[in-house]
Nanobody
Framework: QVQLVESGGGLVQPGGSLRLSCAAS????????MGWYRQAPGKQRELVAR???????NYADSVKGRFTISRDNAKNTVALQMGSLKPEDTAVYYC???????????????WGQGTQVTVSS
């Protein structure tokens, strides 16, 4: 079994920063893309940022220049450094990854349980 466990959410004032981390554990042969999504109340889940196994990144337009995604392939982790936070960044943030459990298996897409980020004064 594979698990994605997020950490680092919380309450922050507008203009502040937070760092989210996600660690993949379990039976892992390889990890392709990893990313972060978010879902605000009453809205659909949306992509925030994604990073491939070789480090190529893409970001939602709303976070470009403010958020940075990174990963440590040796530790099977992905992080999201968030800066210049705005109230509209308030959401539950989910870690996501495409993981192969063994060389004989296809990739499976996994989700973490989510971590709340609240931007408010």
């Amino acid at each position: 079994q594979v698990q994605l466990v997020e950490s680092g959410g919380g309450l922050v004032q507008p203009g502040g920063s937070l760092r989210l981390s996600c660690a993949a554990s379990g039976s892992i042969f390889s990890i392709n893309a990893m990313g972060w999504y978010r879902q605000a109340p009453g809205k659909q889940r949306e992509l925030v940022a994604r990073i491939t196994s070789v480090g190529s990144t893409n970001y939602a337009d709303s976070v470009k220049g403010r958020f940075t995604i990174s990963r440590d392939n040796a530790k099977n982790t992905v992080a999201l450094q968030m800066g210049s936070l705005k109230p509209e960044d308030t959401a539950v943030y989910y870690c996501n990854a495409d993981i192969r459990g063994s060389k004989w298996l296809r990739e499976t897409n996994y989700w973490g349980q989510g971590t709340q980020v609240t931007v408010s004064s």
